[in-house]
């Protein structure tokens, strides 16, 4: 069977090896509950409520599968979706890897998405796997900067920085996530880029330096990355409406 000919199947892998240490001690960043739900629940329904993703593959602690596969089996997820949970790496990247690993052979496209980002609509995921399967090699969703950018000369903790050049603001995009690809060229991307300390921390950027172009599609304001104490605070509201409006 050619390439144009196969049917288009699609995964999503969302990476959730990782602590988040920026949200302070406690349970793992990913098992953090929002509206009474650990935060990676609600990133996996929201790839499972695309009628486009089959399977999501989710990628835990090394040390951890067995309970974040009880998790899973724990709260209710779309029958039609299959969930594998596999062991992840030191790193995202090794993660991400891990992740594509799992994949069986007749995927054709991936989405790749941070547990992290709880909230994200379905109408973003389906954009997203839209433009792949409509001959995009990689997609990502992104909006525009409220605020001015400044590049500066990074100093030390707590000290002034000078600036040295004031982006253009309406050329910049904020990059979220699911971010979506063409199966064989993110696992080339990956077979390509040497893991280097931390790894890449952006698919899309790993597929950039193949010379690939990366499109954007836009992104919603939801689908923000929970990383500081405040935005749990904002998780939080943003359930409590969607509940209120029954929209969730």
């Known amino acids: 069977m050619s390439d144009e000919s196969r049917p288009h199947r699609t995964a999503a892998v969302i990476p959730a090896a990782g602590r988040g240490v920026r949200l302070g001690p406690g349970a793992p960043k990913a098992l953090r509950a929002i509206g009474g739900t650990p935060m990676l629940i609600h990133a996996v329904r929201a790839m499972a409520r695309s009628r486009a993703v089959s399977l999501v593959v989710v990628v835990?602690?090394?040390?951890?599968?067995?309970?974040?596969?009880?998790?899973?089996?724990?709260?209710?997820?779309?029958?039609?979706?299959?969930?594998?949970?596999?062991?992840?790496?030191?790193?995202?990247?090794?993660?991400?890897?891990?992740?594509?690993?799992?994949?069986?052979?007749?995927?054709?496209?991936?989405l790749i998405h941070d547990a992290a980002r709880p909230l994200v609509p379905v109408d973003t995921v389906d954009s997203v796997v839209e433009a792949v399967r409509e001959g995009s090699p990689a997609v990502v969703p992104a909006l525009p900067l409220a605020d001015t950018v400044k590049e500066v000369e990074p100093g030390g903790p707590g000290e002034p920085e000078p600036v040295v050049a004031t982006p253009e603001r309406a050329r910049l995009r904020a990059v979220q996530t699911p971010q979506g690809f063409d199966l064989a060229t993110l696992v080339r991307a990956h077979e390509a880029i040497a893991v280097n300390g931390e790894g890449a921390t952006d698919d899309a950027g790993m597929v950039e330096r193949l010379g690939v172009t990366v499109m954007v599609v836009p992104g919603h304001e939801e689908a923000f990355k929970v990383t500081r104490p405040l935005d749990l605070v904002l998780a939080e509201a943003v359930l409590a409406r969607r509940r209120a409006t029954d929209a969730y």
């Open 60 to 110: 835990a602690p090394s040390d951890g599968a067995a309970e974040v596969r009880r998790l899973v089996d724990e709260h209710a997820l779309p029958e039609r979706t299959e969930i594998l949970v596999v062991p992840g790496g030191e790193t995202r990247q090794e993660s991400v890897s891990a992740g594509l690993a799992a994949l069986p052979a007749d995927i054709t496209s991936v």
